[in-house]
């Protein structure tokens, strides 16, 4: 059974940093593109960064410049780091993984396997 658990959101004041994790298990991701969503009450969820297979990274305009997410294939894992986060960053964050492509998409049909989700929430 595959599962992806993420961790490590929570409660931050603006300007701060949160590192969030997403640990794969049931099969190895090595070779799949990788992604971070998010949904903030009341929205769609939108994409956020994805990563390829080999590393090369994509990022919504709005996130740009403050966060990065990267990849760990011995642990199966991949991270986001966000910092100066906004008000607006609030959301629950999700991570997802593709059977399909290795390639970095914003398409969240792209993805096959989905996470919980983890809530971060930026006060201001």
């Known amino acids: 059974q595959v599962q992806l658990v993420e961790s490590g959101g929570g409660l931050v004041q603006a300007g701060g940093s949160l590192r969030l994790s997403c640990a794969a298990s049931?099969?190895?991701?090595?070779?799949?593109?990788m992604a971070w969503f998010r949904q903030a009450p009341g929205k769609d969820r939108e994409f956020v960064a994805a990563?390829?297979?080999?590393?090369?990274?994509y990022y919504a305009d709005s996130v740009k410049g403050r966060f990065t997410t990267s990849r760990d294939n011995a642990k199966n894992t991949v991270y986001l780091q966000m910092n100066s986060l906004k008000p607006e960053d609030t959301a629950v964050y999700y991570c997802a993984a593709s059977s399909t492509t290795r390639w970095a998409r914003v398409e969240g049909g792209m993805y096959d396997y989905w996470g919980q989700g983890t809530q971060v929430t930026v006060s201001s």
């Open positions: 049931g099969r190895t991701f090595s070779s799949s593109a």
């Open positions: 990563i390829s297979w080999s590393g090369t990274t």
